[in-house]
């Protein structure tokens, strides 16, 4: 199967993003593109996702998994990513080196386990290493089972664990992958990427 990917420049991809969030019961608070813009508009960032034909009518193409990662730097002025770097400065070396930060995504409910997101990571991956990348972070909750899972099996491995007060199920897991040619060497998806208009 080949997977078809496209690749959002920040206007369109953010109001994308904004519709295809909808889709996903288990975001609490949903992004809006006025959001997602102030998030990216100064930095290095990939707005990608996965579209594939709707199961009853297989000529409508919908989107059905996306990823929307961005540069994460030593010094950041917003709280929320100053907050971020320091839970990570023990187990991060920001100094000399970039990282991508993997802010949202995720995969509808009837597209799971149907290799988009390992299609979409592999890409990213792609475009990190592209563009001098050297290592990428992720944070997921650990109620998140099916991402924890498909993180481990593309090789995402956790470097930081911090305990929920209130319930183990709201606990931050954060990971990380260093790439270098050995990552994409291991990639296996067929994807063709095609550039928004």
């Known amino acids: 199967m080949e997977y078809q990917l496209k690749q959002y420049a920040l206007q369109q991809g953010a109001l994308e993003i904004q519709y295809i969030e909808e889709f996903f019961l288990d975001f609490p608070r949903k992004k809006t593109a006025a959001e997602v813009v102030q998030r990216l508009a100064e930095r290095d960032h990939q707005i990608l996702m996965a579209e594939a034909p709707l199961p009853d009518d297989p000529g409508m193409i919908v989107p059905v998994s996306f990823k929307v990662a961005h540069e994460l730097r030593a010094r950041e002025h917003d709280p929320k990513l100053a907050d971020l770097v320091a839970q990570l400065e023990d187990c991060v070396e920001f100094d000399g080196r970039r990282i991508l ?60 664990f911090v305990p929920s007060p209130i319930h183990s199920g709201e606990s931050k897991v954060f990971l990380s992958k260093r790439l270098g040619q050995h990552v994409l060497d291991s990639h296996r998806s067929r994807r063709s990427v095609t550039k928004a208009d």
């Open 101 to 160: 930060y993997q802010w949202i995504g995720g995969t509808r409910t009837d597209w799971r386990g149907q290799g988009h997101f390992r299609a979409l990571t592999e890409e990213q991956e792609v475009w990190a290493l592209a563009n001098g990348f050297d290592e990428i972070l992720v944070k997921t909750k650990n109620r998140f089972y099916e991402m924890r899972a498909a993180l481990a099996q593309l090789h995402y491995h956790v470097i930081q």
